[in-house]
């Protein structure tokens, strides 16, 4: 009796490890999604191990109450099938996953959606249900584990136990298809931290899986439970590391963007003091009655880019001494299309074609036209000068539609592709990839776009092009 009780004891022991861990996870993911399905998770775990530990209680509770709450605690491994499948949902969902090509993309979000989430928790509820009937366990026997004088309780399994074994070997198909898809992620660490978890729940089920065997005992799960928590926490241990790193790197960026916010006053004072000369010579040149039609119309396109110029100056004065810029209702389309005339000059230079696809005539926005103007500028810009020179097909598509409640607009070009490795890191200030680069004009964009309360991420990239989406919120109903 005594050495079963101990066997018990060390099993609730061990199932206190997850307890623990979820209270580092809480702390790391606090206010993040992920922090309340990853507790129920470990939570979960812990239940799985207090269901093995009752079984050792032979003499210690009778046989009814042993049986009453094996069939209670087995909700921990029955309902991890939906936890964990819930934990990936937000991730795929929440966390701009990025997946390399097409193929994944559709199968990641065919496998990850609400409605599969809802059936696969309705199951587990079936499940569990016919769990806590004698269709599920019928009853408790008592075996010897072999190589052992060790006796304990085994469950004497019901006609629909098939449906629980179902239940979780089906699932572990699903942790092999998830932990390759995983592999696909943008954000690299979070990518390694994933994985490290499909891996070790494929592994926790597997060795949870032996226990089906009576004479092999009931122990097989808690050497899982360890070898999972370790590496666990090991993977949260490195994340959190990272995290912080980066965390001062951003720091050391910010402080960059301080100093550099105490250069724009004066670098918009130089500014305004030459578009006035190039403003005031440009309306001398229209006033000349010698000056051809091509001539008049080049420099239409001047005092064209010396407003937008003008315009941006003003937004940083007035952003600088009230820390706001002006919003009003615009027609996005309208913003669009001047921002594909002001780069027509560069564009035509390097024999780019600009399609712009729109669904709708006029797509009303609450928006800063200027700023909003020069997102498309940027983007434009940098799509341009990323088509290698040696390349036939040489085109930027921009498409706008109304999804729902947002307004979505995809940028497509046909240029190199950024490198995988450099995703994570693109939208960073002072990061440039290429010649001559400051680093500041996606940076720029997604500071734009953020402040219009959207969203710019990177869709997909390879060496045939790189798409970029963004999302606004829309305000007013559009026109067809």
């Known amino acids: 009796m005594g050495d079963r009780v101990i066997i018990a004891f060390l099993i609730a022991i061990i199932g206190i490890i997850p307890i623990v861990l979820a209270i580092s996870v809480l702390k790391l993911y606090r206010g993040s999604e992920l922090a309340v399905p990853l507790l129920l998770y470990m939570v979960s775990v812990s239940f799985w191990q207090l269901d093995i530990a009752v079984l050792y209680l032979q003499d210690t509770f009778s046989e009814e109450l042993i049986l009453w709450l094996f069939r209670?605690?087995?909700?921990?491994?029955?309902?991890?099938?939906?936890?964990?499948?819930?934990?990936s949902y937000i991730i795929v969902k929440k966390h701009s996953t990025y997946p390399k090509s097409k193929v994944v993309n559709r199968l990641l979000y065919w496998i990850y959606n609400r409605y599969v989430l809802i059936c696969l928790l309705v199951w587990s509820a079936v499940?569990?249900?016919?769990?806590?009937?004698?269709?599920?366990?019928?009853?408790?026997?008592?075996?010897?584990?072999?190589?052992?004088?060790?006796y304990l309780y085994f469950p004497e399994y019901g006609p629909l136990q098939f449906l629980y074994i179902i239940h979780i070997v089906s699932f572990i198909l699903f942790f092999v298809v998830s932990f390759f898809i995983s592999k696909s992620f943008q954000n690299k660490f979070f990518r390694e931290f994933i994985a490290t978890f499909f891996f070790c729940s494929f592994f926790l089920f597997a060795t949870g899986l032996l226990n089906f065997i009576p004479v092999?005992?009931?122990?097989?799960?808690?050497?899982?439970?360890?070898?999972?928590?370790?590496?666990?926490?090991?993977?949260?241990?490195?994340?959190?590391?990272?995290?912080?790193?980066?965390?001062?790197?951003?720091?050391?960026?910010?402080?960059?963007?301080?100093?550099?916010?105490?250069?724009?006053?004066?670098?918009?004072?130089?500014?305004?003091?030459?578009?006035?000369?190039?403003?005031?010579?440009?309306?001398l040149l229209s006033e000349l009655t010698s000056l051809?039609?091509?001539?008049?119309?080049?420099?239409?396109?001047?005092?064209?880019?010396?407003k937008q110029i003008d315009d941006l100056t003003v937004n940083y004065t007035k952003y600088i001494e009230h820390k706001s810029i002006e919003y009003k209702f615009a027609d996005l389309n309208e913003t669009i299309d001047q921002a594909i005339k002001l780069t027509?000059?560069?564009?035509?230079?390097?024999?780019?074609?600009?399609?712009?696809?729109?669904k709708y005539k006029t797509i009303k926005a609450y928006l800063n036209e200027t700023n909003m103007?020069?997102?498309?500028?940027?983007?434009?810009?940098?799509?341009?000068?990323?088509?290698?020179?040696?390349?036939?097909?040489?085109?930027?598509?921009?498409?706008?539609?109304?999804?729902?409640?947002?307004?979505?607009?995809?940028?497509?070009?046909?240029?190199?592709?950024?490198?995988?490795?450099?995703?994570?890191?693109?939208?960073?200030?002072?990061?440039?990839?290429?010649?001559?680069?400051?680093g500041l004009g996606l940076p720029y964009v997604k500071k734009i776009i953020f402040e219009h309360r959207g969203e710019i991420k990177v869709v997909e990239s390879c060496p045939e092009g790189t798409h970029f989406q963004i999302t606004l919120p829309q305000f007013v109903f559009s026109d067809f």
């Open 344 to 358: 027509a000059e560069l564009t035509t230079d390097h024999s780019v074609n600009v399609l712009f696809e729109r």
């Open 373 to 438: 103007k020069q997102v498309f500028v940027n983007l434009i810009k940098n799509s341009t000068e990323a088509i290698p020179a040696e390349r036939t097909n040489r085109k930027i598509t921009i498409r706008t539609n109304i999804e729902a409640d947002k307004i979505v607009i995809d940028v497509l070009d046909t240029g190199q592709g950024i490198p995988f490795e450099n995703l994570d890191t693109i939208f960073d200030p002072f990061t440039s990839y290429k010649d001559g680069g400051v």
């Open 216 to 283: 092999s005992g009931a122990l097989f799960s808690s050497l899982g439970i360890i070898i999972f928590s370790v590496i666990i926490i090991f993977s949260f241990v490195k994340m959190n590391t990272v995290m912080t790193v980066n965390y001062n790197r951003l720091l050391e960026r910010q402080k960059k963007l301080d100093y550099t916010g105490n250069l724009t006053g004066s670098l918009v004072h130089e500014v305004k003091n030459s578009l006035v000369i190039i403003k005031g010579y440009s309306k």
């Open 292 to 306: 051809p039609s091509q001539g008049k119309k080049m420099n239409e396109m001047i005092q064209t880019a010396a």
């Open 72 to 87: 209670v605690f087995r909700a921990g491994p029955t309902f991890l099938v939906p936890l964990v499948y819930y934990v």
């Open 127 to 150: 499940v569990y249900g016919i769990n806590m009937t004698k269709l599920g366990i019928s009853g408790l026997q008592v075996i010897k584990v072999v190589n052992s004088n060790t």
